[in-house]
């Protein structure tokens, strides 16, 4: 086929903003619009309310505000969906969209994918000794929720049986529209080049606005944040996309916005593994075509592995956070007394009980810059925010601190505040626990119209190393002759979040002669220093020419990551905002010429 499909991507998260749907039916011209709805601990909270409920574990919002409010709409102009809104449970998402179809007098059809869903088998897996693929650590007590990554092909096999509407339980994000790819373009399974296209046209607007100009590092230059334009993937048969955004929507869709969504969570970018294919986008291209308009080309793919990754999840204890506003001469000392006391009386009152201590304790002075650690440069702060939290096994022992933290506002120090009305509660600490099964092991089904189909996939074979060996850090020399110092940020886009425990921090130069510079001072060495506040593992460094850009995969960076984090930032959110202040060694005539800020060293 020779014709382009145009994608929207209408959801980042569960809870994503209204304005998406309507935006893009009204402007976009859609062949099909997406919805990405799943993480981790989405998939803990859907378990939960399917326990208390066997009609639960979906993505309700899916149900009563898209399909409900824009149906009608996506029937005329003949838009197909694909969700993976059915969470755990997807053939009741699947029915509460067949009854909203039917209440509205339309004939369309509903496919559901199913397969993902393992959690009948946690006594097997336990007896399999199966381990955790990170840690090592054994299988876990109290689990949630398993559930198999799934792949495209089961989509694109319910849209080839007519569904106009296909629900999935957890597949992969890029999946959704990879499924829409490889039924409207006749690709192959072993098209593995413009599989890892179609699966970076996902991976680009999975995440919503991220990729037309929200959390871009120069964010003043964004206009409408208000009814900011959500993405358009527009991908011709040969895997070549561009993106774009609605008429008349706000936002920038840029080579940097773009870019910075491309570095996004992607770990070593020669080796993105996926169910349908391993993608190397380590020289992808970004070409600006128009105004917001950027097209993508030269993402590369090789065969698929032979298992799925799976993610469990498990009750782990119960933890508690709260915050206070302290305000007045010395606000970050006396949040800092308030906590050191708190938690002092608290201990005390355990030990006279013989109750265990608490397993963990977290305080961060928010406002005088305490994710900075050694760089922080706020001094005497006059209004901060206290965050106390803490872990413990028994959730009445963390009411107890609540109490206490609470009764500092007419016991300690001065000026202690807050909004009142909305004390928080303990709530269980769900821990993610990852591991490989052969894809033999586990069977992708598709319903449509009452049928269910086995799908075949690809099996696969062991991962190849990448094609080419990981630059060290010592590649780059420094530069030679006198240097002045500049922030990272006149020399770079970046952008930061998390997988589990660890942080991807994504550095890309604003010019491609700038990156000699990057090179030679963002070593693996030099952004482990930068971080070892908060680092308990080690730091690898990837690179993407094709960008002009650095990878940085920090591990075990964020207090356990997730719901499992008492962090201010689990998902390491502000990391890459945290190092575009690192100094960076330039000649002085470049800083002269391209009129750069210099920097004390």
Not at 188 to 213: K, N, V, W, Y
Not at 297 to 305: I, K, L, Q, V, Y
Not at 554 to 583: E, T
Request: contains cysteine.
């Amino acid at each position: 086929m020779n014709r382009a499909i145009r994608i929207g991507g209408a959801s980042a998260f569960w809870g994503d903003s209204v304005i998406a749907v309507p935006q893009l039916l009204a402007g976009g011209q859609l062949d099909y619009l997406v919805f990405d709805y799943l993480a981790e601990i989405t998939m803990s909270i859907m378990a939960r309310a399917r326990a208390k409920s066997p009609e639960q574990g979906y993505a309700t919002d899916f149900v009563t505000v898209v399909i409900r409010d824009h149906l009608k709409e996506i029937a005329r102009q003949g838009v197909k969906v694909i969700s993976n809104a059915g969470g755990v449970n997807p053939r009741a998402c699947a029915a509460a969209v067949e009854a909203l179809i039917a209440e509205q007098g339309l004939n369309l059809k509903v496919g559901v994918v199913s397969g993902d869903d393992l959690l009948d088998r946690a006594d097997e897996f336990k007896t399999r000794g199966i381990v955790e693929m990170f840690s090592g650590a054994p299988w876990p007590e109290h689990v949630m929720s398993i559930n198999a990554y799934l792949g495209a092909l089961p989509i694109a096999r319910a849209l080839a049986g007519g569904a106009d509407i296909v629900v999935t339980g957890r597949c992969v994000d890029s999946a959704v529209t990879l499924g829409a790819c490889i039924h409207a373009l006749g690709w192959q399974d072993d098209d593995f080049h413009r599989l890892a296209a179609g699966s970076l046209a996902g991976h680009i607007i999975e995440c919503g606005a991220q990729a037309t100009g929200g959390l871009f590092t120069d964010w003043q230059a964004v206009e409408g944040w208000e009814n900011i334009g959500y993405p358009i993937a527009e991908v011709a048969a040969d895997g070549s996309f561009t993106i774009g955004k609605p008429p008349g929507s706000g936002g920038l869709v840029s080579a940097a916005t773009v870019g910075e969504q491309l570095l996004y969570e992607i770990g070593d970018p020669r080796a993105y593994v996926l169910p349908d294919v391993v993608c190397d986008f380590s020289e992808a291209r970004l070409e600006q075509v128009g105004r917001d308009l950027v097209r993508v080309t030269n993402a590369r793919g090789r065969a698929p592995t032979d298992t799925y990754k799976v993610s469990a999840t498990y009750m782990d204890g119960y933890r508690v956070g709260l915050y206070l506003t302290i305000g007045g001469i010395d606000a970050d000392r006396k949040a800092e007394k308030i906590a050191a006391a708190v938690i002092a009386r608290c201990r005390a009152m355990l030990r006279a009980r013989k109750l265990p201590d608490f397993r963990e304790v977290s305080v961060e002075v928010v406002g005088a810059e305490a994710s900075y650690g050694p760089h922080r440069r706020v001094r005497r702060p006059r209004e901060v925010i206290l965050k106390l939290a803490a872990k413990h096994d028994d959730p009445r022992v963390l009411e107890g601190l609540l109490r206490e933290a609470t009764s500092s506002a007419t016991s300690m120090a001065p000026g202690t505040t807050g909004m009142g009305g909305n004390r928080p509660k303990p709530s269980p600490v769900v821990r993610l626990f990852s591991f490989l099964l052969p894809k033999s092991d586990v069977t992708a089904q598709v319903h449509v119209g009452g049928d269910a189909v086995d799908v075949a996939v690809r099996p696969g074979r062991p991962l190849d190393p990448p094609p080419a060996a990981r630059p060290t850090s010592a590649s780059a020399p420094a530069p030679a002759g006198p240097t002045v110092s500049v922030p990272l940020v006149a020399l770079a886009w970046g952008r930061s979040g998390d997988k589990g425990n660890n942080a991807n921090i994504g550095i890309m130069a604003r010019r491609p002669e700038y990156l000699p510079y990057l090179r030679a001072a963002l070593t693996e060495e030099a952004v482990a220093a930068y971080f070892a506040h908060l680092l308990e593992g080690p730091v690898e460094r990837f690179e993407l020419p094709g960008l002009h850009a650095l990878n940085f995969v920090l591990h075990d960076v964020l207090g356990g990551g997730g719901i499992a984090s008492l962090r201010n930032d689990p998902q390491g959110k502000a990391f890459a905002q945290m190092l575009l202040d690192h100094p960076i060694a330039v000649p002085p005539a470049l800083a002269e010429r391209d009129g750069l800020q210099t920097v004390v060293p």
